[in-house]
């Protein structure tokens, strides 16, 4: 679970992430490492969830996570309708979908290079 040569900080989070979106049965995730590519985080997550509901779920318990857990605020947007929620949580940018949504969207081939990105 954890990404190559990621910082202390970094990497805590990350791994936070990492076993909140576990613990709630997320699907097919992906973990891609933005640094040195963008200014807007250090890493970026895209899963998914069966359901609606679940992607709802699955974000909402995330940020209550790492507010309880770590302190850690997070901006969220999507998480009414359930089909695409983004958690902003600073170095990590956390992208949960429905199947057919993050197909459409094809997010992970926009921003993946096949030898830095880790299926987890």
Not at 29 to 44: E, N
Not at 92 to 97: K, Q
């Amino acid at each position: 679970m954890t990404a190559p040569g990621a910082t202390d900080s970094g990497q805590e989070l990350l791994n936070r992430i990492l076993a909140s979106l576990d613990d709630d049965k997320a699907e097919d995730v992906v973990t891609i490492d933005l640094r040195g590519r963008s200014d807007v985080a250090d890493y970026m997550v895209v899963c998914s969830g069966r359901s609606s509901r679940q992607v709802s779920a699955i974000a909402e318990k995330l940020a209550d996570r790492l507010k309880t857990d770590a302190g850690q605020s997070c901006k969220m947007e999507g998480k009414e309708t359930g089909d695409w929620v983004l958690i902003d949580a600073g170095d990590v940018i956390v992208h949960v979908f429905r199947p057919e949504v993050r197909e459409f969207y094809q997010l992970e081939k926009m921003w993946m290079p096949t030898a830095r990105a880790a299926r987890v």
